[in-house]
């Protein structure tokens, strides 16, 4: 019996990978037009790191981790999320000295969630965090900067929601005020909003259960009883956005699932997707730093969900396919083959972009001509004794009608170029 994968993890196999290069490449490339520099994180962190960062009431560290003890005793997790992992290493390799720092990330997360569309127990993220800023400056050019990559991206219908949570002694004086709230309402919650109640009861909040909507939508408002200094920050944050065309709603229901955030919290949202409709999520967390034994430094980031960007953009007809080789050489002969193969390298030295599928494995004319067509080349090269002889190659279509021309060695990068350019015209 064959060993299968394992639940909620999956392969990506040829020609689904296209369309996830174009998100990494495009993320990559915008966050390095503004400022930002990679950063590559391990995949395993000690467990305490997310215990202390993400919160030990929080689903994610209570019931979704995949930890393990080693063969020294060191309690270990698969990373469940980046945020955690890039302050660690800002602290450990003294990346949070000078003004800010601007730093992202990008690779798998583990979770052992319940596995439906949109939600896998390894998952893909791009991310970014910020150090040093304490303005909502940063929260503004953040958030402008991923509605520019929903343009890059070609992608509609996306919605922003805001919110903020103030400071830690504001939002637990509004806990206060929300569990009494609740409290006083025990009766009507669900299950996992009982288990919540004591832990995390701003947790309830942002319940998808329909029958909690009526009594979440009376709750007091989290907005109303922030302290004055993220109110103002707050309102320097719309404005911003106002002011940048980056439309929003506000959103005081949001509180996002991770216990280190304060003041602006946000979440990029499709309709297009089911239950699991946030394709990107972020926020402030001014406290991280220094509960992870870093120095005092405010801090905000996001995280983006390729899984689900990569969903959306085959759902609104975006994605790509892997691109065909442009040729396929087709060579006949045991003098021909090793020709073939220097020459081959010599037009992937010569001409750019070019994209050449070589012949391996022998066989006869008939049988190379079939792998040509099936490759989805637009052209064949073919060198056989004669031409061998006569140092030249014939440059045959595939894929449009026309005679074969005959091209001698010298010119044949050049031609090769001129042909590229006419296939790129009628594609």
């Not at 983006?304 to 442009?326: C, F, S």
Request: charge should be negative; glycine fraction near 10%.
């Amino acid at each position: 019996m064959s060993i299968q994968r394992v639940k909620g993890m999956y392969d990506l196999v040829p020609g689904q990978t296209a369309t996830w290069q174009r998100v990494e490449a495009t993320a990559s490339r915008l966050l390095e037009s503004y400022g930002y520099l990679e950063l590559r994180l391990p995949l395993v962190e000690r467990t305490e790191l997310f215990s202390r960062a993400i919160g030990l009431a929080t689903d994610v560290v209570s019931k979704e981790m995949y930890s393990f003890v080693d063969r020294n005793d060191d309690a270990l997790s698969l990373r469940p999320e980046g945020t955690a992992g890039c302050v660690r290493a800002a602290i450990s390799n003294g990346l949070l000295k000078g003004h800010s720092s601007k730093l992202w990330y990008s690779g798998p997360m583990f979770r052992r969630e319940n596995v439906q569309r949109g939600r896998n127990r390894q998952f893909y993220q791009t991310g970014a965090e910020v150090f040093g800023l304490p303005g909502p400056d940063i929260d503004a050019e953040m958030i402008i900067m991923l509605a520019r990559l929903w343009r890059q991206l070609g992608l509609t219908g996306i919605t922003l929601e805001l919110n903020s949570l103030g400071t830690r002694d504001s939002r637990q004086r509004y806990r206060e005020v929300l569990l009494e709230y609740l409290t006083a309402r025990r009766a009507d919650l669900d299950e996992d909003s009982v288990r919540r109640l004591e832990s995390n009861p701003l947790r309830i909040l942002d319940s998808k259960n329909p029958d909690m909507a009526e009594l979440i939508a009376g709750a007091p408002s989290l907005l109303e009883h922030l302290d004055s200094e993220s109110a103002e920050h707050f309102d320097d944050l719309r404005g911003m956005l106002e002011r940048a065309n980056v439309s929003f709603q506000i959103n005081p229901r949001l509180v996002r699932g991770l216990d280190y955030y304060s003041r602006s919290v946000f979440e990029f949202k499709t309709t297009e997707l089911g239950s699991q409709g946030t394709i990107c999520a972020g926020g402030r967390y001014d406290g991280l730093v220094e509960t992870l034994g870093g120095p005092a430094t405010p801090g905000i980031g996001f995280s983006l969900g390729v899984d689900r960007v990569v969903a959306l953009l085959q759902e609104q007809g975006r994605e790509l396919v892997t691109e065909p080789p442009h040729v396929f050489f087709v060579a006949a002969g045991e003098r021909a083959w090793p020709v073939a193969m220097a020459l081959a390298e010599r037009l992937r030295d010569e001409v750019p972009g070019l994209r050449l599928m070589q012949n391996l494995g022998g066989g006869s004319f008939r049988a190379q001509f079939k792998r040509a067509d099936k490759s989805g080349a637009a052209l064949a090269l073919v060198l056989g004794e004669s031409e061998l002889e006569a140092q030249t190659v014939q440059i045959k279509p595939l894929r449009q009608s026309g005679e074969a021309v005959v091209v001698s060695f010298s010119d044949l990068p050049e031609t090769l170029r001129d042909h590229l350019a006419t296939i790129g015209e009628s594609s």
